[in-house]
């Protein structure tokens, strides 16, 4: 008894210790933090948190129904890949997303609609959905391939540079971009901006995709212009008539005839 008394009295002398250090501005027992810390993936897949940011430095992909939130930016390191488009997940991101040097961005995943093959069904389950929101930007320089399907940017895409002619398709569908859209500079095997609403610009510059494949562009609704320049070796519409662009300021260049 004597002995639980004196580790009582001890415990008492470490509080009133604690709390004088505390009011006079010294160091004091830390309460557990609640501030997200910064998380790294070099390889495997991105689980369930509350990250400050996020960096890609190996092969990523998200945790099936993962829900993800970044208070920062997801910076994808050169020659890395994140595979956010095979298993449904849900990411917000207040920052940006950026991509690099031969970079794999895949971002979103959402079934085909009724009678056509526009969505991007996730491997894991077919029938389910990803939502991805990222309140800043998404910008790639020299990605090798960009794949968004479904997303919401509240900024801008911005895509430079990048690609390879084989079997590196970059599809750009149903996504919702409040500011422009910007393709430009690209080899990719193909191009298919397709379904999407974007807020600003359309502009789509010197991308040269594989012989015998047609750089798409149907069904945007599109808040300002629609720019086309320098697509080779063509540039369509949809198949279907009626797939057609509503731009509601102008379209010029390649893409006049789309709307």
């Not at 004597?2 to 709390?19: E, N, S």
């Not at 993936?41 to 990523?60: E, R």
């Not at 859209?181 to 193909?190: F, G, I, K, S």
Request: aromatic share 2%; hydrophobic share 40%; charged share 5%.
């Amino acid at each position: 008894m004597g002995k639980a008394m004196r580790l009582g009295g001890l415990g008492t002398l470490v509080v009133a210790v604690a709390g004088v250090f505390a009011l006079s501005g010294g160091p004091a027992m830390a309460a557990p933090s609640s501030i997200p810390r910064a998380y790294t993936c070099t390889g495997g897949a991105i689980p369930s948190g509350n990250y400050a940011n996020v960096t890609v430095t190996g092969a990523c992909s998200v945790v099936p129904n993962a829900v993800i939130s970044v208070v920062g930016n997801v910076n994808v390191a050169p020659n890395a890949v994140l595979d956010a488009q095979s298993a449904p997940s849900t990411i917000t991101v207040r920052g940006n997303v950026n991509a690099f040097s031969g970079t794999i961005l895949g971002l979103g995943c959402l079934p085909n609609p009724p009678g056509h093959q526009t969505g991007h069904p996730c491997t894991v389950d077919p029938t389910e959905s990803s939502s991805i929101t990222v309140n800043g930007n998404v910008t790639a320089l020299d990605a090798n391939t960009v794949l968004l399907n479904g997303i919401t940017v509240r900024g801008n895409v911005t895509l430079i540079g990048g690609g390879e002619q084989a079997g590196n398709p970059w599809p750009i569908k149903n996504n919702t971009i409040g500011g422009n859209l910007t393709v430009t500079a690209a080899t990719p095997e193909w191009v298919g901006v397709l379904l999407n609403k974007v807020g600003g610009n359309v502009i789509l510059a010197n991308i040269t995709i594989a012989e015998g494949e047609t750089i798409q562009v149907a069904e945007n609704t599109i808040g300002a212009n629609l720019i086309c320049s320098g697509l080779a070796p063509a540039v369509a519409g949809g198949t279907v008539p009626g797939e057609v662009n509503t731009v509601r300021g102008f379209a010029i260049g390649q893409c006049a005839s789309l709307t």
